[in-house]
């Protein structure tokens, strides 16, 4: 991997003062990343506008948004502060393959970052570990930073095999070379949890983080003590707070609650404590 991987390209965008302390501090924020997955149209870029708006006041969190393909372009015109960014790639860069994008065509569209190994992906399309490895290598070379999703079915975790199941995705799809760390955030996201109103007590989401981040550091050294580890999985305004608390959770990447301002403002608010006004 080339040296412009190590500068994120969220930090890029945001930040023209080039301090690595600055770097540094902005990275320690929670990151909460929105997943419009199919949902949206140009109606609702309103809210996307509206949670732009909002962030400028609430900078104690780096906020992103990942709404469908059709509305990355739109969305980077409304939001000048938040992050947006696509939730899927190809691996390839070009080619024949009818109905799917690349990740240059996802960056020229204006997407800064791409989400992988979404576990709708993985059960919808039967995306393996190699496969979104693929896919995050693809967005990493153009230029984007990845968010590589992971997470146990309820059976996987009724079996006492979360942890390993977990870690062996990680392993699979979590891709490597220097200054990779830099540009890879991990999102931790039960399967069991998404979009279903339950979460994992803050024992076990303390636990599986902690189990990640020593993974992380075994494959990349030091630097795996920054890559960031989200939790998703049916966060709100209510539950944030207590989940954004918990050691080693970085963030959150937010489904449902992130379609309306509203709710999404009330889960930024409530995972850094800041005032909405
Ligand atoms: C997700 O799909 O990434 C997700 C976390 O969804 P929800 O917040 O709706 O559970």
Not at 68 to 75: D, K, M, R, V, Y
Not at 258 to 269: C, D, N, P, Q, R
């Amino acid at each position: 991997m080339g040296s412009a991987l190590a500068t994120p390209l969220y930090f890029r965008h945001r930040i023209a003062d080039p301090d690595p302390t600055v770097k540094k501090t902005m990275a320690l924020r929670p990151y909460i990343v929105g997943n419009w997955k199919m949902h949206g149209t140009r109606a609702m870029l309103g809210e996307a506008r509206a949670i732009d708006r909002a962030a400028e006041r609430l900078m104690k969190a780096e906020v992103a948004l990942a709404p469908p393909f059709t509305l990355i372009h739109a969305t980077r015109k409304e939001a000048d502060l938040i992050g947006v960014g696509a939730q899927d790639c190809h691996p390839a860069e070009g080619g024949a393959h009818t109905g799917d994008i690349s990740a240059p065509m996802l960056k020229d569209a204006g997407a800064s970052f791409c989400i992988v190994g979404h576990s709708e992906r993985r059960s919808d399309h039967g995306e393996s570990d190699g496969v979104v490895k693929s896919k995050a290598e693809a967005a990493l070379n153009a230029g984007m930073s990845v968010i590589v999703c992971v997470g146990e079915s309820e059976a996987e975790r009724d079996a006492g095999r979360a942890e390993d199941v977990v870690l062996a995705q990680i392993e699979g799809s979590v891709p490597r070379g220097e200054g990779v760390a830099d540009s890879v955030t991990v999102a931790y996201e039960p399967v069991w949890a998404i979009g279903t109103g339950r979460t994992p007590t803050t024992d076990d989401i303390a636990a599986m983080h902690s189990a990640i981040r020593n993974k992380l550091v075994e494959i990349f050294g030091n630097s795996g003590e920054g890559v960031r580890i989200l939790y998703g999985g049916s966060v709100n305004p209510d539950n944030a707070g207590e989940i954004l608390a918990i050691e080693h959770v970085s963030g959150a990447l937010v489904g449902g609650a992130s379609l309306t301002a509203e709710k999404f403002l009330g889960v930024i608010v409530a995972a850094t404590g800041d005032q909405r006004d």
